[in-house]
């Protein structure tokens, strides 16, 4: 093969029409018709395997074939030569007015959706809650203000639009108050979305616009929500220790329903009028084993996961107030009450019931004092006596 075979523009022509080349493996020469018949699909690697002169022939090809993608691609490869003849090729192809494509610019990355505040309000003795869940809308703020129940789903819902700045202030104002706590957008939405499946398995109606609250947040209603977690070995001491929790003002307003109440009351009084000749002592254990019956009556196995999860929701709200002993406490009588650990029974749901007689017995004893009028100068009050207290400072019957 003479010398100038082996430049580009020869050794082109030599692969088009066939000719043999001997001076290079068949393997390559074959690989190099290939690609100088298709020069458009061909690759820089592709390129940068054949011998530095077929791979030049190929470049020759680019030049004549007006293409600069395999030049462009070839001008940085880490062969040399072949960078080297790579960035001739454009040159050549810019001389006849051929640019290579201008490489497309990065796009910014799209903005993050504003994170948006959500608060959840603290549950009532009777399970309402409220939900004040916000979206992006128009420029401003839709605020969708929630109120359901743990027992019948979204019971009133209402949409309004607020600016940033009054939404900021509505949201500060009840955090400051401890009406509630702070969470995600996307937990928001999940708490409306398990309340609204309540509804459907209550049938309780949909408020108005609440499929369209649904849609708008992404969520549909979930049928079973998440089980609480399994009982862990120290939940045990903290079953003990559930009156506790009655001594914060958020629980301490928890009372069982006005039935319950009422049952029970009629229970102490029957034994206050018993003809039974009973001691202080005798009478007052009667009292309290009916406030253990009463409370093992109404917790039922849903009751239990009713008030259970009422209990995790609330251990969150102490975490985030900083309380991270009844935050511990709330969440072990939760899972027990959750997965229906009956011994020792929960302190938690006896002090809920024994709450019912020690108000009773206050407000005896004002009317009492009220009726007899102040104590005469002089007097000393009368100090009580065989008085008990549960762990959490309650005084019992």
Known sequence: MSPASTEPRPLLDALRAGTPLPAFPEADVEQARRLVNDVGSASAASVEALPEALAGAVLEAAVLAGQSALPEALSASPVKPLAKAAKKALYRLRSRGVTPPEAPKAQPPAPA??????????????????????????????????????EQGVLELTRTEQSRGDLRRILKHGLQNGFGMEVSREEGARLLAEAAALNLRTRTPFPPELEAALRHHGVQ?????????????????????????????????????DAEVRGLMEQVQALASSPLALSGAQRQEQVQQRVRDAARAWFTPEVRQRYARRLWRMAAFFDATQRALQADIARGEARRLFHGLDEPFSRFAETLFAKVVVLAAAGAQAQAQAARGATAPGEAPTAPTNERRSPGGLILP
């Open 113 to 150: 959706p504003e994170a948006l505040p959500t608060l959840v309000t603290l549950v009532s003795s009777t399970g309402q809650y409220g939900v004040l869940l916000t979206r992006v809308v128009r420029g401003g703020v839709e605020l969708l203000q929630v109120i359901a129940s743990d």
């Open 221 to 257: 209603p979930v049928h079973e929500p998440e089980p609480l977690p399994a009982p862990e070995p120290d939940d045990v001491r903290r079953a003990l220790e559930g009156d506790q929790l009655h001594a914060t003002p958020e629980i301490a307003e928890w009372m069982p329903p």
